[in-house]
C-alpha cells in the first residue's frame, strides 16, 4: 500500500488520527511458524459485538485503511461478518491469512465483501521448505489451492515471504510461481523480530551475513535492487517533524482483548479500547513518550550515521532486540550492510 503524502501524514500526526489500524482478530493459529513474532497463542478475545463497536469507534476516529490480522483469522467463526461489516463501514480492508483456511465458499464470500486486497504468507517455494517453517505437512498445497482460487475470483493477492535461514535459495522459486498466479511482485522480506524483548531465539532463524546478501543478489536479478523487499515502513520523511516509522503516526495495532500498541512491535500496552477513550489513549503521556524514542534523535548513532536514508532502521526491532528504544537496531545495520555490498557501496 502506498503510503499518505508527508504533508498529509503530517496533518494526521499532530491529529493522532489512526489512519491505518492493524486489528489482531486472534493469537489462535493453526501453524507454528519458526519465524513467528506473537508471543504466545494465549489471549482473551473480544466478540463479535465488541468488535463491531471499536469498528464504529476507528471509523468515527477517521480510519481509512484496516488490516485484520492473527494468529489465522479464520479460526474465528465470525471472521467474515466482521469483514463484511468493515467494508460496510468505507474501511479499505486488507486481510493477513495463512490462507489455509480459504476454501472455495470463503474466497466466494470474501469476494462479496469487496475487500483491497488480501496477504498470503508463502514461505517457500516447495512443500518441503514451506511445511518445514510452518511445522505443518501440507500446509503448501493448502497455500497454493488458495491462492489459485482468490485469483480465479479476481481478488488482489500480495505474497508475502518472509526468508528464513535455509529458504534463500527458494526465492526464485516463490517468484515464479507468484507468476503463474499472475502475481509480477512478492514481498521478501529477511527481517525476523523476537517473539518478547530481549528474546534471542529469533537469531537462529535469521539469515547469515553471506545469505543476507544472497538475498539482496536475488531481490536485485528478480526485480530492481530499490524493489522487492518489504520494509517495515515508510523509510526517510521529507519533514523533520515526522517518523521515519509508521507507529502511532499513521496508525495503531489492537490486539485481540482490545489493547492498543503503537506497533505490533512495540508491545507497550497504550490503553484498551474498549475501556478507554481513543483520543485519551492516542494523546497521553505514555504515546508522547514513545514518540519520543521513535524519533531519529533519540538514537544519536543513527542520527549520525552516512547509511540512515537507506535504512531500515526500524524502532520496534531494537526495542525487541534490546528491551529499550533509543537503541541501535543491530540487526537493520547487519541488513544496511548486505545491501551495501551487492549495491556498490550505496545504501
Ligand atoms: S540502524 Fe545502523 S545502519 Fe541504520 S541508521 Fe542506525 S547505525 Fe546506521
Ligand atoms: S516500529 Fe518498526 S515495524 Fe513498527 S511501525 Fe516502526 S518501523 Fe514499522
Redesign the pocket.
Known amino acids: 500500500m502506498e503510503y499518505l503524502t508527508d504533508a498529509l501524514t503530517l496533518r494526521a500526526f499532530d491529529r493522532r488520527i489512526p489512519f491505518d489500524v492493524t486489528l489482531e482478530l486472534t493469537r489462535r493459529c493453526n501453524q507454528s511458524c519458526a519465524m513467528c513474532y506473537l508471543p504466545s497463542a494465549e489471549s482473551e478475545e473480544m466478540d463479535t459485538e465488541t468488535v463491531k463497536a471499536i469498528l464504529r469507534t476507528l471509523a468515527g476516529a477517521q480510519c481509512l485503511f484496516l488490516t485484520f490480522t492473527g494468529g489465522e483469522i479464520f479460526l474465528r467463526e465470525d471472521t467474515l461478518d466482521l469483514i463484511d461489516f468493515a467494508t460496510d463501514l468505507g474501511f479499505a480492508v486488507t486481510v493477513k491469512t495463512n490462507a489455509t483456511l480459504l476454501d472455495a465458499a470463503r474466497v466466494a464470500r470474501l469476494k462479496e465483501c469487496a475487500i483491497m486486497e488480501v496477504h498470503v504468507s508463502l514461505l517457500g517455494g516447495s512443500a518441503a521448505v514451506h511445511d518445514a517453517v510452518t511445522g505443518v505437512t501440507g500446509s503448501f498445497d493448502a497455500v497454493c489451492g488458495a491462492v489459485g482460487e482468490l485469483r480465479r475470483r479476481g481478488i488482489a493477492v500480495v505474497i508475502m515471504s518472509v526468508i528464513t535461514r535455509g529458504a534463500v535459495d527458494d526465492m526464485e522459486a516463490i517468484h515464479r510461481l507468484a507468476q503463474g498466479w499472475g502475481i509480477e511482485h512478492v514481498n521478501f522480506s529477511a527481517i525476523i523480530f523476537p517473539r518478547f524483548p530481549g528474546d534471542a531465539s529469533a537469531r537462529r532463524y535469521r539469515l547469515t551475513d553471506e545469505d543476507l546478501r544472497r538475498f539482496y543478489a536475488t531481490i536485485g536479478s528478480l526485480y530492481s535492487i530499490d524493489q522487492g523487499e518489504e520494509e517495515?515502513?515508510r523509510g526517510m520523511p521529507s519533514d523533520e517533524r515526522l517518523l521515519s516509522?509508521?507507529?502511532l503516526q499513521d496508525g495503531i495495532t489492537v490486539t485481540p482483548d482490545g489493547t492498543v500498541l503503537a506497533?505490533s512491535?512495540?508491545p507497550m500496552p497504550l490503553g484498551n479500547i474498549v475501556s478507554d477513550r481513543l483520543e485519551t489513549i492516542l494523546f497521553s503521556e505514555k504515546a508522547d513518550r514513545i514518540i519520543e524514542g521513535?524519533q531519529l534523535s533519540s538514537t544519536p548513532e543513527c542520527a549520525s550515521c552516512a547509511d540512515r536514508i537507506g535504512c531500515l532502521r526500524?524502532?520496534?526491532?531494537a526495542f525487541m532486540d534490546n528491551g529499550m528504544l533509543g537503541t541501535v537496531p543491530r540487526e537493520a545495520c547487519r541488513h544496511t550492510n548486505a545491501f551495501k555490498a551487492i549495491a556498490g557501496g550505496r545504501p
Open positions: 517495515p515502513c516509522c509508521t507507529a506497533c512491535s512495540l521513535l526500524c524502532p520496534g526491532l
